[in-house]
Structure formats: structure tokens, C-alpha cells
T-cell receptor, first 112, second 111 residues
Framework: NAGVTQTPKFRILKIGQSMTLQCTQD?????MYWYRQDPGMGLKLIYY???????DKGEVPNGYNVSRSTTEDFPLRLELAAPSQTSVYFC???????????FGQGTRLTVV | GNSVTQMEGPVTLSEEAFLTINCTYT??????LFWYVQYPGEGLQLLLK?????DKGSNKGFEATYRKETTSFHLEKGSVQVSDSAVYFC??????????FGSGTQLTVLP
């Protein structure tokens, strides 16, 4: 059971570089989410999607972009990385708003 | 939209002590309620859930009861173990098409 798969697990970026965090799920879930978790803190929602072709901003979208061309994939794009984007990023999916969420293992990103 | 207020940590207990982590929520309609657990270096995983008022969710010795009248979903365990050391998140199901999480409570259980 793959569930939600995130790649890469770790990444170091230099200031100003760009990268894409990959997220794919094999449960045919419509809802997908990106969160960031800073050390000792809770989860902050970056972007979410309610289905292919539909995305919307969460609490902290600045500096990020997303796309949802298929049900399975929900990549998160960082343009012009900044030290403030150093964090652990989690992707999650759920079948509906009332259903439990399934999380990936996270991507630990450091911007130097 | 939905929101949740969760007991702040960190919480440190001795093994076999009783655990309570308080959680209250505000929500429109009738959300499902969840507790998630995050072990060090891992993503969140579902611990237990309740889908309607007065339901009790339970798993691994943990319990929580959906109290609509007090809008609460407190997590309890009668006897904690060192292996329960983790961060615990309370979450009502989403509104406005979003999942909402509390700030998390860090639990450390000492042998």
C-alpha cells in the first residue's frame, strides 16, 4: 500500500533557486493538501485542491505555486527559495471533507 | 470556518500515568473529529476518530468522546507508555474545503 508518496525526502537549496516537491497518491482521493511544519510548531496550510484542475490558497501561499493536472499528483513549486522557506513539508489527501487524511512522510527542506 | 483550540504542551509524564489532552473546536454543521499522532521524523497518522455526537473513538488504549454540547474532543489514556511519546493533533473535519489542525501537543513519557 503506497498511500501518499513524497519526493525528495531531503533537499538543500541555495537562496534564489527553485524546485518542485512531488506528491502522488494512489487512493483516488479528490482532496489534496500541502502543509509546512516549522520546528516545534503545528501545521500551516499552503495550498489545497478539491479535484483535478481546481486549486486554492491556504493560510501561507506566498512564495509557492501548485498545479493539479491529474487526480493522483499535486506538485508544489518553490520559486526563488528564501531562508524563511526552511521547513518540513507534508502532502496529504482525503476522500472527502468528512474523511480522515493520509499523510506522506514529509520533505525536509533547508534553504541556505 | 472551522477552528480548534488544543492544550498547549509540552506535557511530560511518567510511565503508567493518566493522560488527558484537551481539545475544543468551533465548526459549522456536524464535523467529524479526529486525533492524529506524529512520531519523530514521520508524517501524521490517524489515531482515532468520531463521526457524530456522543461517539467514542478508541485505538491503542487512547479514547476520545465527541461532546457536541461542550464542543470538545479530549484525548485520554489510562496508562501511558514510553512509546506514546509523540506530538498529538486534534482536527475537526474541514469546512471551506480545508483541513484544520490544532497546534499540536508534544507528549514525553519518561521511564
Amino acid at each position: 500500500n503506497a498511500g501518499v508518496t513524497q519526493t525528495p525526502k531531503f533537499r538543500i537549496l541555495k537562496i534564489g533557486q527553485s524546485m518542485t516537491l512531488q506528491c502522488t497518491q494512489d487512493m483516488n482521493h479528490n482532496y489534496m493538501y500541502w502543509y509546512r511544519q516549522d520546528p516545534g510548531m503545528g501545521l500551516k496550510l499552503i495550498y489545497y485542491s478539491v479535484g483535478a484542475g481546481i486549486t486554492d490558497k491556504g493560510e501561507v501561499p506566498n512564495g509557492y505555486n501548485v498545479s493539479r493536472s491529474t487526480t493522483e499528483d499535486f506538485p508544489l513549486r518553490l520559486e526563488l527559495a528564501a531562508p524563511s522557506q526552511t521547513s518540513v513539508y507534508f502532502c496529504a489527501s482525503s476522500a472527502s471533507l468528512l474523511a480522515e487524511a493520509f499523510f506522506g512522510q514529509g520533505t525536509r527542506l533547508t534553504v541556505v | 470556518g472551522n477552528s480548534v483550540t488544543q492544550m498547549e504542551g509540552p506535557v511530560t509524564l511518567s510511565e503508567e500515568a493518566f493522560l488527558t489532552i484537551n481539545c475544543t473546536y468551533t465548526a459549522t454543521g456536524y464535523p467529524s473529529l479526529f486525533w492524529y499522532v506524529q512520531y519523530p521524523g514521520e508524517g501524521l497518522q490517524l489515531l482515532l476518530k468520531a463521526t457524530k455526537a456522543d461517539d467514542k473513538g478508541s485505538n491503542k488504549g487512547f479514547e476520545a468522546t465527541y461532546r457536541k454540547e461542550t464542543t470538545s474532543f479530549h484525548l485520554e489514556k489510562g496508562s501511558v507508555q514510553v512509546s506514546d511519546s509523540a506530538v498529538y493533533f486534534c482536527a475537526p473535519s474541514g469546512s471551506a474545503r480545508q483541513l484544520t489542525f490544532g497546534s499540536g501537543t508534544q507528549l514525553t513519557v519518561l521511564p
